[in-house]
């Protein structure tokens, strides 16, 4: 089953902020998040292993709460190449699933100037 | 340093026919996973290639097959084409001694199925 994303779709203005969630009905063992702008391959955010890690890349960051199988993205102060669709991808807990990345459906991210 | 490279980019086929895809992995990466990304949808995980072994397999039925090659690079194949096998299929490779770690995606091969 895939994780759930939400919201599905969220337009902001440049330096507002935006928070993308990621819901999975499955004990994880890590969450990686991607960013895919149209026509191009997904490109690596970052990874979280269970443990309720938060970690950060510039203004973009990101929680993981294993109890809830939840992860969220946070996108803080938006920049205009920050548009794109997000997807979180799920490693299922266990061990035999490394590199087995299960993803949720996208949100897609607009920022306008 | 060479990114994931994929080929071919575009190609249409017929249904009933059989396709190959080519990857060839980022330097120092030695397993390659491929996707298939439906319009609008997430990429869905078909298999993935480590020491020239199919290591994990996804939800895909045996129309779908590859190879891996010595030199890490590899191919995806899919025989008796559907329409519904019209898809974005990506490449993704990573090293699998990471334990997890991130994957480093080609630009895709984009087949349509008439």
């Known amino acids: 089953q895939q994780p759930v994303q939400s919201p599905q779709a969220v337009i902001l203005r440049e330096g507002e902020d935006a928070v993308i969630n990621c819901s999975s009905s499955?004990?994880?063992?890590?969450v990686h998040w991607y960013r895919q702008k149209h026509g191009e391959a997904p490109v690596f955010l970052m990874i979280?292993?269970?443990?309720?890690e938060q970690k950060g890349h510039d203004k973009i960051s990101a929680s993981f709460n294993e109890k809830k199988q939840q992860s969220s993205l946070y996108l803080t102060a938006s920049q205009l190449s920050y548009s794109g669709t997000y997807f979180c991808?799920?490693?299922?807990?266990?061990?035999?699933?490394?590199?087995?990345?299960?993803f949720g459906q996208g949100t897609i991210l607009t920022v306008h100037p | 340093d060479a990114g994931v490279t994929q080929s071919p980019t575009h190609l249409i086929k017929t249904r009933g026919q059989q396709v190959t895809l080519r990857c060839s992995p980022k330097?120092?990466?030695?397993?390659v996973s491929w996707y298939q990304q439906a319009l609008g949808q997430g990429p869905q995980f078909i298999f993935q290639?480590?020491?020239?072994?199919?290591?994990q397999r996804g939800n895909f039925p045996d129309r779908f097959s590859g190879h891996q090659f010595p030199n890490y690079s590899s191919e995806l194949n899919v025989n008796a084409l559907l329409l519904g096998d019209s898809a974005l299929y990506l490449c993704?490779?990573?090293?699998?001694?990471?334990?997890?770690?991130?994957?480093?995606f080609g630009e895709g091969s984009r087949l349509t199925v008439l």
């Open positions: 991808g799920t490693e299922n807990a266990g061990g035999t699933s490394y590199g087995k990345l299960t």
């Open positions: 993704a490779s990573s090293f699998f001694s990471a334990n997890t770690g991130e994957l480093f």
């Open positions: 330097s120092g990466h030695d397993t």
């Open positions: 979280l292993l269970k443990g309720g």
């Open positions: 499955k004990a994880l063992y890590s």
């Open positions: 290639y480590y020491e020239e072994e199919e290591r």
